[in-house]
């Protein structure tokens, strides 16, 4: 008998444009022990699902329509708030997805920590302590004793994870919700939750229920995976089944439109090569299959004359910060975000930066473009030096060398529509004549990124994070740049979204023999986007050179490390995984 | 969603906010509400002035104290002057007041709020010390300091009142660029080659509107009470002329006796005040494209 078991559930929302059906009529079980990957992309209804189950839908808008969810012959969508709120924390645990904002911060880890023992067990806080500690260690925080009166700002996000974890397994519950509990982390630390994960699931016996967007860290974990999409579940299975053998369009597509370390794709296959969404006159969707084209065109080869020059050098790139001491005293220690970086770029290449966070991949491109004043160093662009030159004598400078930045809700200002955005660049620097012409201009624009003209007197908020960063990308494109730094360009991105970008990134590479510096934590999106990559840590770049080159003979033990910490999906991994 | 126009019209923020605005009933009535208000003072400011009439508020001291009626709408004062004229022409110096005073610390205070907390840093330290100290002067002294060497004179008022209400306001609007200009909009701007004037006042302003909007909507009537006060002190505008704070001041005392004294004047304040709150709310609703569907 499975321990949970969630029939038909139907979690509406009703606003004033109309019902939203995020979840609609789904089915799923789990078995004791077992982990349950729940993968869609945003919107397809994954979290509503789990909130639903723990009562957290906010009521109204949202409503239970329809459903039920049987654990121990008790339905969890009609039992009582008081009977509910017994059971959450106690039995059934959650975490989140970003461990920097779901600690408070004001509190130590020890009362956060033995807070639900306090609640649920009635447990005196000081006799709780040791369980706390215990728990610590259990996800491997060293020095537990010690640390575990530290606040949440003296660790790491990985840590913070753990202890994120270590709270929601101190009362022993059965059932673990983890929603997105890795997407915010670095591929290391991510490889090593995944394996705490594991490890607690074989010592404790718990099941987890793993909710992602990203297939590749479901073949990592999961014993069984439901593909949601658009509010049902399209496809469910044991891993290997899913992987080896997907029935649904929309599996197939999420499936092909990874970028794998070990594929050689120039157009990586879309979501919509394999699905097409048919909306019949009644308002309702119907799901068609299609025979994906995936005739890949010749890679074009990159040849570089003898004598020709980097379109970009940059040589010991130095930024220092400060650590402030006063107002009045400069304190003589700093922070070497970058310390003695050098690159070089050819027209029309793609240099992928790679690195953790807080390595200085950001900061090094910010400051090749100026946007921090690099402390020491030397910038080559072209023919010119860049470092020593006031913001003044840049402006020619930006019009030729631009920026994509990772969060595409965030890098266009809400209040100008979309044609302000678009002309606005071309009007301080005097492109297009007057404003009927760049009007056409940011027409052009948009349909080279792929949206329609029609969406010009629209404003930022009606779009999606996908159609936002093609934005983005049409503002960058805006004053005809040679160069753009593309930093954390698709980090935000669900996978099927990603690639579309990613296919667009590439096709204006071509189109308009653009140079890129590609900065990314995720190695298969470097990988599938480089010629040359440049790996860096603390700062420092440890290993340089050609990007195939690279993923297969890596000489530094970091490159190692990352090109390792990569979910493993393919088909071996996971059988060796599972033993089919 | 309708079909959109092959080559789509221009938009702006201002275009798009007024088009929101002209649907929010409340705000329209509430601007209706207050144009009236406002004509009925000035309007009737301008025809005592124009006519001689302004004696008439010298009042007949056999009449004092007569409750409203049909002689006297709102009844008459300890002068016998009536009261439904005096709120009116009391309108004048409170309006004037709030508004003149409002905008002098909104110039202000959103101009250097805003360049201290872009630029940051010791220029930001220096201008917000500045503002420290202006904080620390008590507030009473500073407008005697004025009268003493410039005689008293009603702009003094302005400038005064302008003077004191700008600090909140810059520290408000410093506070919001700080938080906004680190967002990636801002830096794309830069990297666009935007200056920092643009920056400032192109994308960082219409995004602070919010804050600006309400606390401005509170200045108006806290810069009318301080004129109250400052008539009281016999700093603010000399008798026989009046406004709503001195009005609602002097009402206050023969609440007990003559209830019409505070009632009306205080009605008017308080519509005046309702009404500019709807206005804020909707103008601030109608400058957030998000907030409205279309």
Known sequence: MPLLEVDNLKTWFHTRDGVVRAVDGISFELEKGNILGIVGESGSGKSVTVHSLMGLVPQPPGRIEDGAAQMDGRDLLTCAASELRALRGKRIAMIFQDPMTSLNPYLRISDQLVEPLVIHEDANPKVALPRAIEMLEKVGIRDAAERVHSYPHEFSGGMRQRVMIAMALITNPEILIADEPTTALDVTVQAQILRLLKELRDDLGISVIFITHDLGVVAEIADDIAVMYRGKIVEQGSVLSIFENPRHPYTKGLLACRPRLDSTFTILPTVADYLEVIETTDGETELREKQPDLKQPEPESKVVDDNEEPLLEVRDLAVHFPVRASLWRRSSEVVKAVDGVSLSIYRGHTLGLVGESGCGKTTTGRAIIKLIEPTAGEIRFGRDYLQHLPPAAMLPFRKRMQIIFQDPYASLNPRLTLEQTLTEPMQVHGLGEGPNDRRDRAVALLEEVGLEAAFLRRYPHEFSGGQRQRLCVARALALEPEFIICDEAVSAMDVSVQAQVLNLLRELQQRRDLTYIFISHDLSVVKFMADTMAVMQAGKIVEQGDAEIIYHNPVVEYTRTLIEAVPQDSLDAIRARVGG | ?294
């Open chain 2, 1 to 294: 969603m309708t079909a959109a126009p092959q080559t789509p019209e221009g938009a702006s923020l201002w275009r798009d906010a007024w088009r929101r605005l002209s649907r929010n009933r409340m705000a329209l009535f509430s601007f209706v509400v207050f144009t009236l208000i406002t004509l009925a003072c000035f309007g009737t400011y301008g025809y005592l002035w124009a006519t001689g009439g302004m004696d008439a508020t010298g009042g007949d001291l056999a009449k004092n104290f007569q409750p409203p009626g049909s002689a006297h709408w709102f009844g008459t004062d300890d002068h016998g002057r009536d009261v439904f004229i005096r709120v009116l022409v009391g309108g004048c110096i409170s309006l004037a007041v709030g508004f003149l005073a409002t905008a002098v610390s909104l110039v202000i205070g959103v101009t250097y709020g805003s360049v201290a907390g872009y630029l940051g840093g010791r220029t930001d330290a220096f201008l917000m010390r500045i503002v420290d100290i202006l904080y620390a002067l008590p507030f009473v002294i500073f407008v005697i300091l004025l009268m003493v060497m410039f005689g008293r004179n009603f702009i003094l008022m302005f400038i005064a009142i302008g003077a004191v209400e700008w600090l909140t306001m810059a520290r408000i609007v410093r506070a919001q660029v700080m938080a906004l200009k680190n967002t990636e909009f801002v830096e794309a701007a830069r990297a666009l080659g935007y200056s920092d004037m643009r920056i400032i006042f192109v994308h960082l302003l219409p995004n602070m509107l919010g804050p600006i909007i309400v606390y401005a909507s509170l200045t108006v009537p806290a810069v009318m009470m301080l004129e109250a006060v400052l008539s009281f002190l016999g700093l603010g505008v000399p008798p026989p002329m009046s406004s709503w704070g001195v009005l609602i001041k002097d009402g206050a005392e023969k609440i007990d006796v003559y209830p019409w004294l505070l009632i009306f004047p205080a009605l008017f304040f308080s519509l005046t005040l309702f009404s500019l709150n709807f206005i804020g709310d909707g103008l601030r609703d109608a400058l957030d494209p998000k907030s409205a569907k279309d």
